[in-house]
């Protein structure tokens, strides 16, 4: 996810001061580079960008890099998905001859085969991006076929465009014209000022100047003139949209309106699980990971005969449902350990051992040292991560980037979905490699992989309903001591997910259990005033998931089931239901998990807590 700003206005503003200001308040959405390009009154493009914080590049105008007036300009907060962090890599990014700049926040999937038919007709790239062959498709289109005309040559440049984008895009020799354009999924929005338009990827970053916004929908482009802007599909047919006003302020702007990153964080998880699957399940629903393919002409998978799954805390869990899912896919035995004791218990690792290393951040401290370790012992690496360039990339022999986009608040909740999109393509990839999945099966859950945005919306929607019960659930828990959570099969996992995210937002205390061995000591601590929640999905275990239910029941705890959709059998065994939509067993926790961040989120709300930053946490732990 990066942060995307233009502006277009009267000649000799000052149009850096506007650039920075709005990439300040979109920085939480990338910081490992950032740019700005300003077209001068004398007619000049002056572009400063700078790798890291934005403050580097606050520090390089500062410092005599600063951009004379002008009337236009664009401006970006990097969060890097192709081409490590760099000043070459940081946008605007500019044509052959630097006549079309762009900034762009998205992914091209077929940015290398444009990049290829680019250069075979002569076109020469600056930098490693998929981004910039943008701008050299709206050079080829403006000098061609739209002879001279911005908008034009941006509709046309986008038309082979696959993936995802929301773009800015300026021209040297049009200082009155900026184009915008949004596909699939990054947001982007117009604020109207008198003479002076804006166009960013969040409300915030224009705030300061204007209220009334125009919301660019799915597949249009926008110009935005001083005069005024116009709205057209990107068949070329226009389009009329009254602008509205915004209510917020400042600081709930840059949550989109929610009162806490967790909440926007959790609403963007349709969004975010898409982005993990782009570019990795083909239109005609074929699997490519191209990450992989190196590992695998290497030899070095072939000769794996076993994984460790290395990871701390929600990746941990993600690791658990890997390793249901590639032993049932892949038939190889699968181990999985949280990196704080792997260092420590002499592991037995070599080169038949595969290592996947998952930790968000990438720079999770345990996880570098075992990844480092197993590496030593001659392991082959794989590296689960959201962070492009982090230090478990740079030890790894493939890296699988989960594509969530920067998440702020310290609990992990979009990050979990999209691991776990991951870990389900790398089981699938290993099962067609060593026939252990017929194509058919693979094509099956591929489908239901596609399917899952939509089916996470609707669990988001059901929540948002008035009638909807977690939110009065989350009452009852708050002022409770102790919640247990159990679950079998990829519900175990499920559950430890459940349990870690209660107990990190609102410190109530709350352990997950395998649903069978409940009975087996832990039973004792549950009481009217300890309650249960139990992942109850559809599975080849759902029946003994009941039965553990009903020995629970009998001992006068509440029961709080999460249920398939459909099952109203379910309710004879619980107190309150929260239903998610159906879909595969193995790809069950992707939606079984969303209640449960909701409950511990409204949990966390009701008790006063401070979701975002709770207390003794940390984003990543650098430190063993
Ligand atoms: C910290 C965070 C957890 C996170 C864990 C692993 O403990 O508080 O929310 O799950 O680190 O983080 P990683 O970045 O390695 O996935």
Not at 136 to 145: I, P, Q, S
Not at 340 to 358: K, S
Not at 375 to 398: F, H, K, M, Y
Request: aromatic share 6%; charged share 20%; proline share 5%.
């Amino acid at each position: 996810m990066c942060g995307i700003i233009g502006y277009v206005g009267a000649a000799g503003t000052d149009v850096t001061s506007i650039l920075l200001d709005g990439l300040r308040r979109l920085e939480y959405r990338g910081y490992d580079s950032s740019g700005i390009a300003v077209l001068t009154a004398s007619g000049e493009l002056q572009v400063c960008r700078r790798a890291g914080k934005l403050a580097n590049l606050a520090a390089a105008v500062e410092n005599g890099a600063r951009p004379a007036p002008g009337s236009l300009g664009i401006g970006h907060t990097r969060w890097a998905t192709h081409g490590r962090p760099s000043d070459t890599n940081a946008h605007p990014h500019a044509d052959c001859s630097g006549l079309i700049t762009v900034v762009h926040n998205g992914i091209i999937e077929n940015y290398a085969e444009l990049r290829h038919r680019l250069e075979q007709e002569g076109h020469s790239f600056h930098s490693e991006t998929d981004t910039e062959v943008l701008a050299h498709l709206v050079e080829r289109a403006y000098r061609g076929e739209a002879q001279g005309n911005l908008l034009e040559a941006v509709r046309l440049a986008l038309q082979p465009v696959r993936g995802s984008y929301a773009i800015a895009v300026l021209c040297r020799e049009q200082p009155q014209l900026l184009v915008g354009a949004r596909y699939n999924g990054p947001f982007l929005v117009v604020g109207l000022g008198e003479r002076e338009h804006f166009l960013a990827s969040d409300i915030a970053a224009f705030l300061k100047y204007t209220r009334r916004v125009v919301i660019i929908d799915e597949g249009e482009l926008v110009a935005l003139r001083p005069e005024g802007i116009t709205i057209q599909r990107l068949d070329g047919t226009f389009v009329e949209r009254a602008p509205t006003i915004v209510e917020w302020d400042a600081e709930a702007a840059e949550k989109g309106g929610y009162p806490h990153f967790m909440l926007k964080e959790i609403y963007e998880q349709p969004e975010a699980f898409k982005r993990s699957l782009l570019g990795r399940v083909s239109e005609a629903g074929q699997l490519h990971l191209p990450e992989l393919e190196a590992l695998q002409r290497s030899g070095a998978l072939t000769q794996v005969r076993r994984i460790i799954v290395i990871a701390c805390g929600t990746s941990y869990h993600a690791g658990l449902v890997g390793k249901y899912v590639i032993e049932r896919w892949a038939r190889l035995p699968v181990e999985v350990i949280t990196a704080g004791e792997f260092r420590y218990a002499d592991p037995i690792v070599g080169p038949d051992t595969l290592c996947i290393a998952v930790t968000q951040s990438g720079e999770t401290a345990d996880v570098l040292v075992s990844a480092r370790q197993a590496r030593e012992q001659g392991s082959p690496i794989v590296a689960i991560t959201n962070v492009v360039g982090s230090a478990v990339t740079r030890l790894a022999d493939a890296v699988l980037y989960i594509q969530a986009g920067p998440e702020i608040c310290v609990v992990a909740t979009k990050t979990f979905l999209a691991t776990l999109a991951q870990l389900y393509l790398f089981g699938l990839f290993l099962g067609l490699q060593r026939n252990t999945l017929r194509p058919e099966s693979v094509a099956e859950v591929l489908t239901a992989l596609k399917q899952l945005p939509a089916q996470i919306q609707r669990v988001l929607d059901r929540a948002a309903a008035a009638d909807d019960p977690i939110a009065s659930l989350a009452r009852e828990l708050a002022p409770l001591h102790s919640v247990m959570f159990i679950g079998r099969g990829v519900g175990y996992p499920t559950a430890l997910e459940g349990a870690l995210k209660l107990k990190e937002v609102s410190y109530i205390h709350a352990e997950g259990f395998p649903a069978g061995e409940l009975k087996h000591g832990s039973i004792a601590l549950l009481d009217p005033e300890t309650p249960l929640v139990a992942i109850a999905t559809a599975s080849h275990v759902y029946e003994k998931v009941v039965s553990n239910m009903q020995q629970v029941r009998a001992r006068d705890a509440r029961v709080i089931a999460v249920a398939t959709e459909g099952d109203e059998a379910i309710r004879e065994h619980a107190d309150v239901v929260l239903y998610v939509p159906p879909t595969l067993e193995e790809l069950s926790p992707v939606l079984a998990a969303i209640p449960l961040q909701l409950l511990a989120y409204h949990t966390a709300v009701a008790r006063g807590c401070n979701v975002d930053q709770p207390r003794n946490l940390a984003k990543s732990v650098t430190v063993e």
